[in-house]
């Protein structure tokens, strides 16, 4: 009876790690294929961390605003895009008979979404850029670099 005890309490052990795992993992954006956690996208997207520390004017921070607004969007539907891909992918390892070939473009596609995604921040942080006066661009750049942001 004690043995059965100890294998049903070692059973319910070992069925239970792999879900705290999972509720660590939960804890990570979402929304972000990437692997950041939420720390870094606390009041939103697009190095606020670095342009939050400088002192814009108003002008600068409407068109800040608008510039991040684009770039969410344009996230969003990138993102989108990764997932639907993502599901397109599972499906083709489902069927019964594995195509290499098809696999091997469906992972080429998500990599290229990925790679544009990523692009799209670096050419808003071209535009933000152009918003910032050169002390301010010099300021950006210190801080975004060494991570003081953080």
């Given at each position: 009876?004690?043995k059965?005890?100890?294998?049903?309490?070692?059973?319910?052990?070992?069925?239970?790690?792999?879900?705290?795992?999972?509720?660590?993992?939960?804890?990570?954006?979402?929304?972000?294929?990437?692997?950041?956690?939420?720390?870094?996208?606390?009041?939103?997207?697009?190095?606020?961390?670095?342009?939050s520390?400088?002192?814009?004017s108003?002008?600068?921070?409407?068109?800040?605003?608008?510039?991040?607004?684009?770039?969410?969007?344009?996230?969003?539907?990138a993102e989108?895009?990764?997932?639907?891909?993502?599901v397109?992918?599972k499906?083709?390892?489902?069927?019964?008979?594995?195509?290499?070939?098809?696999?091997?473009?469906?992972?080429?596609?998500i990599?290229?979404?990925?790679?544009?995604?990523?692009?799209?921040?670096?050419?808003?942080?071209?535009?933000?850029?152009?918003?910032?006066t050169?002390?301010?661009?010099?300021?950006?750049?210190?801080?975004?670099?060494?991570?003081l942001?953080?």
């Open positions: 009876m004690k059965v005890a100890l294998f049903i309490l070692l059973f319910t052990v070992t069925m239970a790690a792999p879900s705290l795992v999972v509720a660590e993992e939960g804890k990570r954006c979402e929304k972000s294929y990437s692997k950041h956690t939420m720390k870094h996208h606390k009041k939103g997207y697009l190095f606020y961390g670095a342009i520390k400088l002192e814009l108003p002008k600068q921070k409407a068109e800040f605003a608008k510039l991040k607004l684009s770039y969410k969007k344009e996230k969003i539907k989108s895009r990764i997932k639907i891909l993502e397109e992918l499906e083709l390892l489902l069927k019964e008979s594995l195509d290499l070939d098809s696999i091997r473009a469906k992972l080429e596609h990599e290229k979404e990925k790679a544009e995604l990523r692009f799209a921040r670096y050419r808003a942080l071209k535009e933000l850029m152009s918003i910032l050169p002390k301010q661009r010099k300021e950006f750049r210190e801080k975004l670099l060494y991570g942001y953080r």
